[in-house]
């Protein structure tokens, strides 16, 4: 099949290459040139295991192409694919600029039948708008398929080679022939369904992940005042089929650029139909809270945090990604430089990207762990990376000020963190030690 992707962010780069790989030819658009020719020449903008090597074969054999030229790219393709972002408004909701300004031009593109897809996160009732859209532009025929992206960053390619599901949400059994038989070589579980559900099944999805994570966080917090361990009951609760085990682990909120778009838009989308989403505001209202969490247990650590030097272990939203929008690192630095804190940083890839929102002549950044916490009075693990968790406790205590570790992501056990002398606050793990 012959894919023109538009968009070569994180969804359209890892889908064109992950259709490529399946065999078909792809072709990626987009209008920053700059962006194109370092993709012609085996560069990536972003930090996804596994992405470039994938990208390389297929350019190889010819089967990925990128390109800046839209018009031809639309007109020699059998489906193309939107996949440009839509970033958050100041009000929540989705900005679709993106999203019109490319149909629109995909709409002026056309020279006969095309089947558009959008992969793009839209509101519900986005894809009907998209066909009007394209209906002003254009006397070709077509049809509008909505088709929701699940991948996570950091493992996109997995995903997406391995999907639990894939949704199509189409009006027309041309189209969505089209993209079953796209996608059945990736699953064996795809579902057929109306565009406004295909749209809502992804928000629904985010939204109820997010809730998970929200609920342990608050048990968590209830644990710590009981005496009860989170991660024994987490490990109780998911033990049941119903509740299952994922997106139980408590720690210091979501972020990304995922789950906090797009729960604020659903909140949103259902204000937009005069409908009070209480349950997903306090998910939201939650996830922000629970960051300020860390600060709380340093300052039962050390008292007043004036002057401290506090190291902070991991600044990614997750481990995996170099991404740190909406990472709730970001906010605990700021308020600890605010509480007038020295601040020592180590994470392995997210550095270069969080010192670009948040730079401060109170923050160092160290490329060793250990060299970062070295004469600090308590270092925060912020995200679980691999080279964290597996850090040799005894150094550890060994060169810092004062042996203090509040770990916002419970990847330490209790044992090890004893033997070393360490002063231990976990998240919802009763009292520290
Ligand atoms: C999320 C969804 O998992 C994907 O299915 C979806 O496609 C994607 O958003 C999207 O909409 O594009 P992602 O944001 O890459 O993917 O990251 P996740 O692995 O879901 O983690 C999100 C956040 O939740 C991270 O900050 C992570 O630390 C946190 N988390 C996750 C927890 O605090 N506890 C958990 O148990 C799981």
Same mark, same amino acid.
């Given at each position: ?54 990208m ?22 059998d ?25 629109h031009q ?6 006969g039948?095309?089947?558009?897809a ?13 066909k ?48 079953f ?36 966080? %608050? ?5 710590e005042?009981?005496?009860?361990? $989170?991660?024994e ?5 998911g ?28 909140? !949103? ?14 998910? $939201?209202? $939650?996830? !922000? ?10 300052? !039962? ?29 970001? %906010?605990i630095?700021?308020?600890?430089l ?20 948040l ?20 270092v ?28 916002g992501?419970? $990847? ?17 793990r009763?009292?520290?030690?």
């Open positions: 099949m012959k894919i023109t992707i538009i968009g070569t962010g994180y969804v359209g780069l890892v889908s064109g290459v992950c259709y490529a790989e399946i065999g078909n030819q792809v072709t990626c658009v987009d209008n920053d040139k700059k962006k194109i020719s370092m993709l012609r020449d085996g560069e990536i903008p972003i930090y996804e295991p596994g992405l470039k090597e994938l390389d074969i297929n350019m190889n054999v010819g089967r990925l192409h990128f390109t800046t030229e839209l018009l031809e790219a639309v007109r020699t393709a489906l193309v694919i939107v996949a440009v972002g839509t970033p958050p408004l100041s009000t929540g909701e989705a900005d679709l600029s993106f999203v019109e300004s490319a149909v995909v709409a002026l593109a056309m020279n039948y095309l089947v558009i959008i992969k793009s996160t839209v509101p519900v009732g986005t894809n009907v708008r998209v009007q859209w394209i209906a002003t532009k254009t006397k070709h025929p077509f049809d509008v398929v909505s088709i929701p992206e699940f991948m996570r960053e950091g493992s996109a390619i997995f995903d997406t080679m391995h999907p639990d599901r894939i949704i199509i949400g189409a009006d027309s059994k041309r189209a969505s022939t089209l993209l038989e796209l996608h059945r070589p990736l699953s064996d579980q795809i579902m057929l369904t109306d565009i406004h559900s295909a749209e809502m099944i992804k928000y629904a999805s985010n939204a109820f992940l997010a809730t998970k994570i929200s609920f342990i966080n %608050e048990i968590a917090n209830i644990c005042k009981v005496g009860a361990d $989170v991660e009951v987490a490990l109780g609760m033990l049941d089929r119903r509740i299952g085990s994922s997106f139980l682990k408590a720690g210091i909120g979501y972020g990304g650029s995922c789950f906090p778009k797009d729960t604020k838009a659903l909140i !949103q989308i259902a204000g937009n139909v005069e409908y009070d989403f209480k349950l997903l505001k306090s998910v $939201v209202e $939650v996830n !922000q809270m629970q960051r300020w969490g860390i600060i709380e247990k340093l300052k !039962q650590a050390l008292g007043t945090l004036k002057g401290r030097k506090i190291a902070i272990w991991g600044l990614a939203f997750k481990p995996g990604t170099d991404d740190v929008r909406e990472a709730p690192s970001l %906010e630095v700021a308020k600890l605010e509480l007038g804190a020295k601040i020592r940083l180590y994470d392995p890839v997210a550095m270069d990207n969080f010192l670009r929102y730079g401060h002549p109170d923050i160092i950044g160290f490329e060793d762990a250990l060299e970062a916490v070295t004469g600090c009075d308590a925060c693990l912020l995200t679980e990376w691999e080279v964290i968790c597996e850090i040799n406790l005894k150094q550890v205590a060994e060169v810092m000020a004062s042996p203090i570790i509040i770990d992501r419970n $990847v330490f056990d209790y044992e090890s963190v004893k033997k070393a002398g360490i002063i231990y606050f976990p998240i919802g009763s009292k520290p030690m």
